[in-house]
């Protein structure tokens, strides 16, 4: 009974120990290090697709730096607000404008990622591919 007792409180304390990487981290390993290319834009009027042909893609390092295919260059930052997770982009373009950025990501994973946004009430869908 001791050794069962002494097993059971053993695990429960690596099992305590064992940090589990939070949603933001996550995201983050996902997102960095990778090219993300623009390939489909879903708004209420029309789906445009981008596949096939050379468009805008972003970049994101894990070090919190991007740079997008417009030479647009800045920090991001993940967070996390009421369950949703958002990234937002503070950057400036090539001759010096502040670029200020904030997209909902609807979904992520190692090679797709879905981000939202709403400008002017209209509501947009990006959908981003990457390879390795």
């Not at 991007?66 to 949703?84: A, F, Q, R, V």
């Not at 400008?119 to 947009?124: A, C, K, P, R």
Request: aromatic content about 12%; some cysteine.
């Amino acid at each position: 009974m001791k050794k069962i007792i002494i097993v059971a409180l053993s695990c429960f304390i690596i099992c305590a120990c064992n940090k589990d990487m939070g949603s933001i981290d996550r995201t983050q390993a996902m997102l960095a290090n990778k090219t993300w290319f623009l390939s489909h834009t879903i708004n209420e009027s029309a789906t445009k697709s981008f596949i096939g042909k050379n468009t805008y893609f972003i970049q994101f390092s894990n070090t919190g730096t991007t740079i997008d295919s417009d030479g647009i260059l800045g920090n991001y930052t993940i967070k996390e607000h009421n369950n949703h997770l958002s990234i937002f982009i503070d950057a400036l373009t090539q001759n010096g404008s502040p670029a200020k950025y904030s997209y909902l990501i609807e979904q992520i994973s190692s090679d797709q990622l879905i981000i939202s946004y709403q400008l002017g009430g209209v509501y947009t869908k990006k959908i981003f591919s990457t390879t390795y």
